[in-house]
């Protein structure tokens, strides 16, 4: 899957980001290629999360460069909705908005941000509920969705937008051990379509299986980053051999 | 220990079935926001009727002391009474409407004002709510009473503004404070999750709070919103310190009518009560009713 010769998508150089005088990210690095899957592991409040939160300016950062489609985060005339339309994004808790169906939520920006026609949206809705896997469903309402359902019509609703990259962020952190499988199915279904994907994830077989490049963050930096087959046999590092140790 | 019967909590109709310590919820489960309607939805629909009984029993206990008696008192209320209801409780439900209206549209100007990013209008709307949300209302209707013209001139029309528009400006000053802190809290209630998501997929700020988030909690806002009606209601009779026509105004207009007899007091006084029992208590039934279903969702 990986493109050698593929063009940089997101780039990320020496970022720092501080809340308060805690600081999260201290100096990261990462390039992601168009058509790449990334995925960034690590211990709870190693910044992984505020890492990917910032490639769609959710989080602001204090130092270094982001650039996204080659539009500049730190640019002090950034357009934000501009950038948002370029990158999708997935929550660990759904965050669909209850009072709508699924099909109204995955619509809902389309025709109101990118001021497509209703039809054609809708058209293209049903066709996103297919590829989730969730035909039949798009008059539901979120709350009476099962988790991962809600997980897929998130997806589909980031997917609406076109976007040139995903951004997943520990997406089945909330799950049963059963919904998680058809929610990693669906991500598997767009990495192979060539979809950018940048994963926050605990899913460790999943990362081996569908990433191309795995990155190990502990204590705001990365510690250790390589192709799956390496990292997970033959990691260097000795954080990185302590944290695989306890889960794998 | 294992002999103690297990207690209730407030809000679960079910028993435990433990006798280890449980932990007690945290919020307290009964609605805290609604002291009014709460009060006032818990007693039993007959309080209405027994608000009424003096005027009901009072005939049949006739004083036979001096020459009017509670009969004539009686009498005297039942001939007064279409004018009361008509002119004079119907006036307090019109400044209650217009108040209301007034004070909601302007309420959720100054909400919205408070969570807004800019950093005057939000110091300016705070400082507003507060204002109004903590004065008495007897005093703002005094001060809009005395501050404002009896008429206006706009573009050389005269524009009177009669006492019972002073009134209805009046009262709908604390009106508009608090359903000012109901929007502030409604929109504050839903998850900052929802933003984020919203954000995310590049909606404005104004799309987000107008299509998302105030759609959300527009039903959380009732049953407050419909509180406050019902306390703005039992307020109109302040306006009778005014002068507006109201129905204490009336009624008391009334008994001075009838020579004043201090037999009329509880007969005339009872029937303003009943009257705003009989208004009040089934909004504040369905208020709370609404506050049940609604909570329980999300």
Redesign the interface.
């Known amino acids: 899957m990986l493109k050698k010769n593929a063009e940089t998508i997101v780039s990320i150089k020496d970022v720092h980001k501080s809340f308060g005088q805690l600081e999260v990210l201290k100096g990261v690095s990462l390039d992601v290629k168009k058509g790449e899957v990334i995925c960034v592991i690590g211990p709870s409040g190693s910044g992984k999360s505020t890492l990917i939160r910032c490639i769609?300016g959710?989080n602001d950062i204090q130092g270094g460069q982001i650039n996204v489609c080659g539009i500049d985060l730190t640019d002090p005339k950034l357009d934000?909705?501009?950038l948002?339309?370029r990158?999708?994004?997935v929550?660990q808790?759904y965050?669909?908005?209850?009072?709508k169906t699924a099909l109204e939520n995955i619509i809902?920006?389309p025709t109101?941000?990118l001021k497509q026609d209703k039809a054609a949206s809708e058209k293209r809705a049903f066709e996103l509920m297919q590829k989730v896997r969730l035909e039949g469903k798009e008059h539901a309402y979120p709350g009476e969705l099962s988790g991962g359902q809600q997980q897929r019509v998130?997806i589909a609703?980031?997917l609406a937008?076109n976007p040139d990259v995903m951004l997943f962020d520990e997406v089945t952190a909330a799950l049963d051990p059963e919904t998680v499988k058809e929610v990693l199915v669906t991500i598997k279904d767009l990495a192979q379509e060539g979809m950018t994907c940048i994963l926050v994830t605990h899913e460790m077989g999943f990362a081996r299986e569908v990433a191309d490049h795995i990155y190990f963050t502990d204590n705001g930096v990365i510690v250790e980053h390589g192709s799956p087959k390496t990292f997970f046999n033959k990691a260097k590092d000795p954080r990185t051999k302590e944290f695989l140790s306890q889960i794998l | 220990m294992a002999s103690k019967r297990p207690s209730t909590i407030p809000g679960i109709n079910r028993h435990g079935n433990t006798d280890l310590p449980v932990l007690k919820p945290f919020a307290p489960s009964q609605p805290i926001a609604f002291h009014t309607s709460a009060w006032l939805a818990n007693m039993p629909a007959w309080t209405g009727f027994v608000l009424l009984l003096p005027l009901m029993l009072w005939p049949f206990a006739s004083h036979a002391a001096g020459s009017f008696t509670m009969t004539d008192a009686f009498s005297a209320l039942i001939r007064w009474m279409p004018f009361l209801l008509k002119s004079g409780f119907l006036f307090n439900v019109i400044i209650s409407l217009f108040a209301m209206l007034i004070g909601t549209f302007l309420g959720i100007i100054l909400g919205l004002g408070q969570i807004s990013k800019n950093r005057f209008i939000k110091r300016i709307s705070w400082f507003f709510t507060q204002l109004f949300r903590n004065s008495p209302w007897l005093v703002l209707l005094f001060i809009v009473l005395l501050a404002f013209p009896f008429e206006v001139t706009i573009f050389g029309v005269i524009i009177p503004i009669p006492d019972w528009m002073k009134a209805v400006i009046g009262l709908s000053l604390p009106i508009m404070a608090n359903i000012s802190e109901i929007v502030r809290g409604a929109v504050l209630s839903v998850p900052t999750a929802q933003w984020e998501a919203a954000e995310s997929l590049a909606f404005s700020r104004q799309q987000i709070l107008w299509r998302i988030i105030l759609p959300q909690c527009f039903k959380r806002m009732i049953p407050p919103w419909m509180n406050w009606y019902a306390i703005l209601t039992m307020a109109t009779p302040l306006c009778s310190l005014l002068g507006v026509e109201e129905i204490i105004t009336l009624s008391r207009q009334a008994m001075e009518a009838e020579n004043n007899h201090p037999e009329l007091l509880v007969p005339f006084y009872s029937f303003a009560l009943g009257l705003f029992f009989f208004y009040c208590y089934p909004i504040a039934r369905v208020t709370m009713y609404l506050e049940r279903r609604y909570s329980v969702k999300i």
């Open positions: 769609n959710l934000k909705l501009e948002r339309k990158v999708g994004m929550f808790q965050n669909l908005f209850p009072h809902m920006a109101l941000v998130a609703r980031s937008m």
